[in-house]
């Protein structure tokens, strides 16, 4: 058997009779009319007596950045799409452990630095916003001081794998982006 990803599934394509499976059909679209030439497509439940499935895996494994780039305490950053819906990430290394945050702060949900990549205080302890001079913790994003005193930076799961950070969450960025916008409170 042959499998090969498409549209965030692993898809056989044979079975077991060696015919080619095509589990999207491409139909013309209601919207052009008769002769038109738009197409969409439309997922299809395989029929008939062949043996073939599908595995549902993650759509996405997005790559946010080398382990080896990052110093402890240090900081990355990594812009994930295009406005109005890009996913702005501050990846951090502290005391040998890697963490990522939204680079949004909490209080009025701007980026965290004026400069790019200078997330950190003087004394590399604390995130700082440039914007109103809130600290928050780096392992835990907490803020401990400035206008959004106990609220947190909005952290990310990550994994770890071949000396490399991913993106954990099966969602694309953009629609973690979207959804971490709908969730504002203005």
């Known amino acids: 058997m042959a499998f090969h990803l498409q549209d965030g599934w692993i898809v056989e394509r044979a079975c077991s009779i060696g015919r080619a499976i095509d589990?999207?059909?491409?139909?013309?679209?209601?919207?052009?009319?008769?002769?038109?030439?738009?197409?969409?497509k439309r997922r299809l439940r395989p029929e008939g007596g062949c043996r073939h499935s599908r595995f549902n895996v993650a759509p996405h494994v997005t790559f946010l950045c080398k382990i080896e780039s990052l110093r402890d305490p240090g900081t990355q950053n990594v812009v994930l799409g295009e406005p109005p819906d890009e996913l702005d990430i501050v990846i951090v290394q502290t005391q040998g452990t890697r963490h990522a945050y939204?680079?949004?702060?909490?209080?009025?949900?701007?980026?965290?630095?004026?400069?790019?990549?200078?997330?950190?205080?003087?004394?590399?302890?604390?995130?700082?916003?440039?914007?109103?001079?809130?600290?928050?913790?780096?392992?835990?994003?907490?803020?401990?001081?400035?206008?959004?005193?106990?609220?947190?930076?909005?952290?990310?799961?990550?994994?770890?794998?071949?000396?490399?950070?991913?993106?954990?969450?099966?969602?694309?960025?953009?629609d973690i982006a979207r959804s971490l916008r709908a969730a504002r409170w203005w």
């Open 102 to 174: 939204i680079n949004s702060c909490p209080h009025e949900h701007i980026p965290l630095e004026t400069f790019p990549n200078h997330f950190l205080t003087e004394d590399k302890k604390y995130f700082l916003c440039s914007g109103h001079g809130a600290r928050f913790v780096l392992a835990t994003g907490e803020c401990i001081s400035g206008p959004c005193l106990g609220r947190s930076l909005a952290r990310l799961s990550i994994e770890e794998r071949d000396g490399a950070i991913y993106l954990a969450d099966p969602r694309p960025p953009q």
């Open 23 to 40: 589990c999207h059909k491409e139909l013309p679209s209601p919207l052009e009319g008769e002769g038109g030439r738009a197409l969409r």
